[in-house]
């Protein structure tokens, strides 16, 4: 009978010493990570929330800096340099205006002034030289009238042309207008050029009329200077008597 083979016992510890220094030990660092799909989705919705709320806040951001590039142009505003250029002109008709002659434009001394002129109701013809020398005086003012009259006119003439480059600037400034502002003053400065043309038009008026109405009392006087002068010279009797 055979004796069984037997591994010694200082033998077999041995080897297991030796195989545990040949196959290397796993590190804890190495362990399999655990992917978990709903912790991922949960980020995923939380990011997403997060970029929703960045965009609103840029989109209102923009919004406002929208609105105060608005409310800036609605307050800028515009120039008007042909104001000073509207009111020379009116000056310059006044100042023809004020150059009339015989009979002005002022109230204070308007009866004074058509008295002289216009005797009407004297009763007893003048002599001939005076008669002369107040109808020349009388036909002198009223030329003067018409004259100044035409004076206005040329200017208001004038006056147009420009006008009508004022108009178009002013047009194409208000079609160019930024904001609210602007607009509104290049409302009001197209309504002073058109304040400006009814001067124009009421002086012209009055010069017109004024000359006119000259002329009707140098003609209303000559009249009367006729009949008196007729009188004067039948006296008392006629110029023919029948027998």
């Known amino acids: 009978m055979r004796t069984p083979f037997r591994i010694p016992v200082r033998a077999s510890a041995l080897g297991l010493a030796v195989a545990a220094l040949l196959i290397p030990a796993v590190p804890a660092e190495a362990q399999i990570t655990v992917f ?14 997060t970029l929703q709320q960045v965009n609103n806040q840029i989109q209102s ?3 406002q800096a929208t609105m105060l590039l608005n409310q800036a142009k609605n307050l800028r505003q515009t120039s ?3 104001l000073q250029a509207l009111n020379d002109k009116l000056q310059q008709i006044d100042k023809l205006m004020g150059q009339a002659q015989g009979i002005d434009f002022r109230v204070s001394g308007l009866d004074q002034q058509f008295a002289r002129l216009f005797p009407q109701g004297t009763t007893q013809a003048l002599p001939l030289g ?18 100044q009259t035409m004076r206005v006119q040329a200017q208001i003439a004038e006056n147009v042309e420009t006008d009508a480059g004022v108009l178009n ?28 043309q009814q001067l124009q038009i009421q ?3 009055a010069a017109q009329y004024r000359a006119e109405a000259t002329e009707a009392a140098r003609r209303a006087q000559a009249e009367i200077d006729g009949r008196l002068a007729t009188t004067k010279f039948l006296g008392t009797g006629s110029a023919y008597t029948s027998r």
Do not use: C, H, I, W
């Open 36 to 49: 978990d799909p709903s912790n991922y989705t949960q980020n995923l919705l939380t990011a997403a929330r």
């Open 61 to 63: 951001l923009q919004n």
């Open 80 to 82: 008007f340099p042909e």
């Open 130 to 147: 005076q008669q002369v020398t107040a109808a020349r005086t009388r036909l002198d003012v009223a030329m003067d009238a018409y004259r």
């Open 169 to 196: 600037s002013l047009a194409g400034r208000s079609q160019g207008a930024e904001g609210a502002l602007q607009a509104a003053q290049t409302a009001n400065q197209l309504l002073a050029l058109g304040a400006k």
């Open 203 to 205: 002086n012209l008026m």
